[in-house]
């Protein structure tokens, strides 16, 4: 009797599109309790899964071997034939911006494509990609009823439930993060509320509209880079008159109301990525978002300003900067993670390297294959006595053991040590010391 009851009996399975940062654990945490097809059309990342593999790194230890050796039901697969044999598709791929900065919805549009020809009367289709407000509706659906035959909402049933996962953050999980549902009509709503509560337990937040689901996401980032971008500012003008931002913090943050937000790199695939959706859509509608067009103008200077702020100390120093050497530390997005997707440290290096800087990086978690294709940057092992500065540019966890007396042993003195985060403040006597 209906499908929830079908999905329970494993008469029907679940099918994840996209597994991903957001999809992996989903179609995980989903298949203790029902049938999954984990879905992905990277083939490389299927036969990864297949044989216990996670290149993202953020899966609980054990996980996926325990999947794979029965207790959940679980198929990986790029089949779309075995796509077919679901009812409830849920859809997580990349929505990603070009080098415009302008949404790349193609992705988007290939997953509706593959699941509207799988869809069947009565299926129903969850969107979880962050996208900007009325996308769902204006460009998924019709390409699901083209695709299908059938009319949505009628025909199938649909809704969007962002993710709020953390990368590299064990503490606030898929299981125990309020998460926002929403559905084309009150019927589709209650079964994805059935659905999502298999997995959920922190509670489920019902959304009164697609739309609102959909702005909902977007400014959870869009405010946290707008904050982010004040501290930058901010850090800026502090530099400017001497006086040390995170100390300035520190002393703001023991008011009540003061929000607790720093300077830094805002890099990766959400914060410094989503709002420029939302601009796309205000730019549809004629309207300017200046707010969040400054704090993504801020942001993305970042990494030119730090590299322009080191070769300054190094000047200052006496040297002759373009036969210095440098060593950043850092080079993934954001710490304690593997993911060096649209990192902002590169910005650092260009900058460098465009004042002749010889630059070597060094990072514990990214993949240097990764790196080299991306970047075309050579990850190495810090040399001993070498540098004039280092750069700590990502605050990763074997950092923050790091005392003077390790940076000592690498610089070549006089140095300077740059401490992007803030890490060494007051801690630092012979070297030069600069942070944001
Ligand atoms: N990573 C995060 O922390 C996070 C948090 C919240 C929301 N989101 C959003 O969730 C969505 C997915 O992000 P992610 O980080 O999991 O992406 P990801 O890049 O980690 O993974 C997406 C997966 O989708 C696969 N894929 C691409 N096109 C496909 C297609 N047409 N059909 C099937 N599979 C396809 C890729 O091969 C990849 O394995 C994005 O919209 C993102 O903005 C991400």
Same mark, same amino acid.
């Not at 009797?1 to 929830?4: A, E, K, N, T």
């Not at 407000?133 to 659906?141: A, M």
């Given at each position: 009797?209906?499908?929830?009851t079908?999905?329970l009996?494993k008469k029907r399975s679940?099918?994840?599109?996209g597994?991903?940062?957001?999809g992996?654990?989903?179609?995980l945490?989903l298949?203790?309790?029902?049938k999954?097809?984990?879905?992905?059309t990277?083939? @490389?990342?299927?036969?990864?899964?297949r044989?216990?593999?996670?290149?993202t790194g953020?899966?609980e230890?054990?996980?996926?071997?325990?999947a794979?050796t029965g207790s959940?039901?679980?198929?990986?697969?790029?089949?779309?034939?075995?796509?077919?044999e679901?009812a409830?598709y849920?859809?997580?791929?990349?929505t990603p911006?070009?080098?415009?900065?302008?949404?790349?919805?193609d #992705?988007l549009?290939?997953?509706?494509?593959l699941?509207?020809g799988?869809?069947?009367a009565g299926d129903y289709?969850v969107?979880e990609s962050t996208?900007?407000?009325?996308?769902?509706?204006?460009?998924?659906?019709?390409?699901?009823?083209?695709e299908?035959g059938?009319?949505?909402g009628?025909g199938f #049933?649909?809704?969007?439930?962002? @993710?709020?996962?953390?990368?590299g953050?064990?503490e606030?999980t898929?299981i125990?993060?309020v998460?926002?549902?929403?559905?084309?009509d009150?019927?589709?709503l209650?079964?994805i509320?059935k659905v999502?509560?298999?997995?959920?337990?922190?509670?489920l937040?019902?959304a009164?509209?697609?739309?609102v689901? @959909?702005?909902a #996401?977007?400014?959870?980032?869009?405010?946290?880079d707008?904050n982010?971008?004040?501290?930058?500012e901010?850090?800026i003008l502090?530099g400017?008159?001497?006086i040390?931002?995170y100390?300035v913090?520190?002393a703001a943050?023991?008011k009540?109301?003061?929000?607790?937000?720093?300077p830094?790199?805002?890099g990766g695939?959400?914060?410094?990525v989503d709002?420029?959706?939302l601009?796309?859509?205000a730019?549809?509608?004629n309207y300017h978002?200046?707010?969040?067009?400054?704090g993504?103008?801020?942001?993305?200077?970042?990494g030119?300003?730090?590299?322009?702020?080191v070769v300054?100390r190094?000047i200052a120093?006496?040297k002759?900067?373009s036969?210095?050497?440098?060593?950043?530390m850092?080079i993934?997005f954001?710490?304690?993670?593997s993911?060096?997707?649209n990192?902002?440290?590169?910005?650092i290096?260009?900058?460098l #390297?465009?004042?002749?800087v010889?630059?070597?990086?060094t990072d514990?978690?990214?993949s240097a294959?990764e790196?080299?294709r991306?970047?075309?940057?050579h990850?190495?092992?810090?040399?001993?006595?070498?540098?004039?500065?280092?750069?700590v540019?990502?605050?990763?966890?074997?950092?923050l053991?790091?005392?003077?007396?390790?940076?000592?042993a690498?610089?070549c003195?006089?140095?300077v040590l740059?401490?992007?985060k803030?890490?060494?403040?007051?801690?630092?006597?012979e070297?030069?010391?600069?942070?944001l």
């Open positions: 009797m209906g499908m929830y079908d999905l009996d679940i099918a994840v599109v597994l991903g940062y957001v992996l654990p989903l179609a945490a298949s203790a309790k029902v999954v097809i984990g879905f992905d990277n083939s @490389e990342r299927v036969a990864d899964l044989r216990g593999i996670d290149l953020e899966l230890e054990g996980l996926l071997n325990e794979l959940r039901d679980i198929t990986f697969t790029s089949s779309k034939e075995t796509l077919k679901a409830f849920i859809i997580a791929v990349p911006v070009d080098c415009y900065n302008q949404p790349q919805l #992705k549009r290939d997953a509706s494509t699941v509207g799988a869809l069947c289709v969107f996208v900007f407000p009325g996308c769902t509706e204006e460009e998924c659906i019709p390409i699901l009823e083209i299908s059938l009319r949505g009628r #049933k649909y809704g969007y439930s962002p @993710e709020r996962i953390n990368p953050d064990k606030h898929l125990n993060t998460k926002i549902i929403s559905a084309c009150e019927k589709a209650s079964t509320k999502y509560s298999l997995v959920v337990e922190a509670g937040y019902h009164p509209s697609i739309r689901a @959909e702005a #996401k977007i400014i959870e980032n869009t405010q946290r707008v982010i971008a004040l501290m930058n901010l850090s502090f400017r008159m001497g040390n931002t100390e913090l520190q943050s023991t009540w109301n003061f929000l607790p937000f720093t830094g790199l805002v695939h959400c914060v410094g709002p420029y959706y601009v796309y859509k730019h549809e509608l978002p200046r707010m969040i067009h400054s993504r103008f801020v942001n993305d200077s970042m030119g300003y730090i590299g322009k702020k300054k190094i120093l006496g002759n900067i036969e210095s050497h440098v060593l950043v850092g993934t954001k710490e304690n993670v993911d060096v997707r990192s902002k440290v590169v910005d290096v260009k900058e #390297k465009d004042y002749g010889t630059v070597d990086v514990p978690y990214a294959v790196v080299q991306i970047y075309k940057l990850l190495t092992e810090p040399k001993e006595k070498c540098y004039d500065a280092v750069i540019a990502v605050p990763h966890h074997p950092y053991s790091f005392n003077e007396d390790d940076f000592l690498l610089t003195p006089p140095a740059a401490d992007v803030g890490l060494y403040r007051g801690r630092i006597r070297l030069e010391y600069w942070s």
